[in-house]
């Protein structure tokens, strides 16, 4: 008889192990996929876009890797999102090539600071754009903060170039 009921018990066990699987399975609710950003989205963003000076792009143009995130941002700002929308590491190598290749006559303490942070915001998007229930207005803002980091690159490269042109006599 205790055979009989320590069978009972465990075949009780099984069923109820069992049942609590299906409740859970039950509890998923599907999440609903976001809308695509388009290049009509993107152009509406609202940001001072500065470009380079054309001193600094002829210094500047020798970096293969500075053009590369050229073409990167112009496609971004055309809707193409297709870089940001796999792993990291391409884009973690290109701002290291671009840390570390950037000329003499463009590098400083600010630039570098700019790089990184442009870095950071190209990480940002590219994770929020492989998540599948991010809101399009949020998608929108992440690329707005990739696009004005790129921006104040651009502009820290100008101004650079412009406190070096100063001559400035000291007493």
Same mark, same amino acid.
Request: glycine share 2%; proline share 3%; net charge negative.
């Given at each position: 008889? *205790?055979?009989?009921?320590?069978?009972?018990?465990?075949?009780?066990?099984? +069923?109820? /192990?069992? =049942?609590?699987?299906?409740?859970?399975?039950?509890? $998923?609710?599907?999440?609903?996929?976001?809308?695509?950003?388009?290049?009509?989205?993107?152009? *509406?963003?609202?940001?001072?876009?500065?470009?380079?000076?054309?001193? /600094?792009?002829?210094? &500047?143009?020798?970096?293969?890797?500075?053009?590369? +995130?050229?073409? &990167?941002?112009? $496609?971004?700002?055309?809707?193409?999102?297709?870089?940001? @929308?796999?792993?990291?590491? #391409?884009?973690?190598?290109?701002?290291?090539?671009?840390?570390?290749?950037?000329?003499?006559?463009?590098?400083? #303490?600010?630039? @570098?600071?700019?790089?990184?942070?442009?870095?950071?915001?190209?990480?940002?998007? @590219?994770?929020?754009? =492989?998540?599948? =229930?991010?809101?399009?207005?949020?998608?929108?803002?992440?690329?707005?903060? /990739?696009?004005? /980091?790129?921006? =104040?690159?651009?502009? @820290? &490269?100008?101004?650079?170039?412009? *406190?070096?042109?100063?001559? &400035?006599?000291?007493?």
């Amino acid at each position: 008889m *205790k055979k009989v009921s320590i069978i009972f018990l465990c075949l009780c066990l099984c +069923l109820w /192990a069992c =049942n609590t699987e299906e409740k859970k399975e039950k509890k $998923e609710v599907e999440v609903p996929v976001s809308a695509l950003v388009l290049q009509d989205d993107i152009v *509406k963003l609202e940001y001072v876009d500065y470009g380079l000076d054309a001193k /600094a792009k002829s210094d &500047i143009e020798s970096l293969e890797s500075f053009m590369e +995130l050229e073409t &990167i941002m112009a $496609e971004l700002k055309s809707g193409n999102l297709s870089y940001f @929308q796999g792993q990291s590491k #391409p884009i973690v190598s290109l701002m290291k090539d671009l840390r570390e290749g950037i000329p003499d006559i463009v590098d400083s #303490p600010s630039i @570098q600071a700019r790089l990184i942070s442009l870095e950071t915001k190209m990480l940002k998007l @590219q994770s929020v754009l =492989n998540l599948r =229930n991010i809101e399009k207005d949020v998608q929108l803002e992440y690329v707005k903060e /990739a696009l004005v /980091a790129y921006s =104040n690159l651009n502009l @820290q &490269i100008n101004k650079k170039y412009e *406190k070096d042109a100063q001559k &400035i006599e000291k007493p």
